[in-house]
């Protein structure tokens, strides 16, 4: 273990959602899940991906459809 639990490191670092899981699942795979788990990380990498495509799509000039902004 490495003495910090995974939402210590998600404040400390201020991640939004999608980079907490990113992370969560990117480091915990060896321990875990294996594959799964890269494949879980895979997964929220490629969404995150289409909601910032969206979100430079709209300029920031409304929010996107699906997702709030929390800043």
């Not at 210590?8 to 907490?20: K, P, R, S, T």
């Amino acid at each position: 273990a490495s003495g910090i639990q995974h939402w210590d490191f998600v404040v400390a670092n201020d991640l939004d959602y999608f980079q907490g899981q990113i992370t969560k699942y990117v480091t915990r795979w060896k321990k875990k899940n294996g594959l799964t788990d890269l494949l879980k990380a895979r997964h929220f990498l490629e969404k995150y991906i289409e909601v910032v495509r969206r979100e430079e799509a709209n300029d920031g000039s409304e929010p996107s459809r699906g997702y709030v902004n929390q800043d």
